[in-house]
């Protein structure tokens, strides 16, 4: 971080939030797409994959390592999920549930990464668990409980991705991201059979494929290397703000009080576990 210029870092803090705010578009586009669900992801993911081929190239690098194949169908579960939630639930639900992933890798860690929770990763999941159950209040029709246990599976899966990303960062861990876009194209295009499209969803198709996914990648990896581990943790988080402005904006959707409750203790939770985490390696980083 030292050998970087200010306006280097801040050239990088503005990646991340361009990043932030292309992600956030999800809920929207997602919403405004009348097609089965993975065809939707299947699309999207299939426009994401050029983008991101464009970008790797020669550095793509398939090894078809257990953990590379493993967050690539980790990714594949969290992007299917998250547009099955999307469609079944408010945008605001998925949101804020998809982002109990670091509660996950907390769980995870122990497990793969030999890396032993602490103290302070049990009160974030407990604030985390209170936030989830008061999710369900709002939730009383089947199809909206349907989203909710979508929205949690989206999570898990991110979790999982990010512990198993973390193992494979000696390899190639952008190789398994396009590997997952791969897979979701694959498994969700033929869903499209069958059902046309007009030309003004195509186009947004195309946007969810490039604006949503496949460029804030490309700008989330390059910023990734120019920021401190807090801003990495902390400015990402305007997405699930934004996702939801977005939506109630642009299709008159709005969350239930029990959700924005339930919400704003997911995202705290995270908040906090994220702060933490950058103290503590701070800590011993100066031991």
Not at 4 to 26: D, E, I, Q, Y
């Amino acid at each position: 971080m030292s050998q970087n210029s200010p306006s280097t870092h801040r050239s990088a803090v503005l990646l991340l939030l361009a990043t932030a705010v292309m992600w956030s578009l999800g809920g929207v586009l997602v919403k405004s797409v009348e097609w089965p669900s993975m065809a939707k992801a299947g699309a999207r993911s299939a426009i994401g994959c050029v983008v991101l081929f464009l970008w790797l190239r020669r550095q793509t690098r398939f090894t078809w390592r257990p953990t590379q194949l493993g967050a690539a169908l980790a990714y594949c579960g969290t992007v299917s999920l998250y547009v099955i939630a999307n469609d079944r639930t408010t945008a605001a639900n998925t949101i804020f549930l998809q982002y109990t992933g670091p509660i996950y890798v907390a769980l995870l860690s122990p497990w793969v990464l030999g890396e032993r929770a602490r103290r302070s990763d049990w009160l974030c999941i407990a604030i985390a668990l209170a936030g989830i159950a008061l999710f369900f209040r709002d939730q009383f029709s089947p199809r909206g409980l349907m989203g909710i246990f979508a929205a949690l599976g989206s999570g898990l899966c991110y979790g999982t991705m990010i512990v198993l990303l973390r193992k494979e960062r000696d390899s190639s861990p952008a190789s398994a991201l396009l590997l997952g876009n791969l897979i979701t194209a694959v498994i969700g295009l033929p869903f499209a059979f069958g059902h046309s499209l007009p030309p003004a969803q195509a186009g947004m198709i195309v946007v969810l494929g490039v604006v949503q996914l496949g460029l804030p990648y490309v700008l989330f990896s390059i910023a990734i290397q120019r920021v401190t581990a807090l801003e990495a943790v902390l400015l990402p988080m305007l997405e699930p703000i934004l996702n939801p402005l977005w939506v109630a904006i642009g299709r008159g959707e709005w969350p239930g009080p029990w959700s924005l409750a339930g919400g704003g203790l997911v995202l705290g939770a995270v908040i906090l576990r994220g702060c933490l985490g950058t103290i503590g390696t701070a800590s011993k980083t100066s031991a």
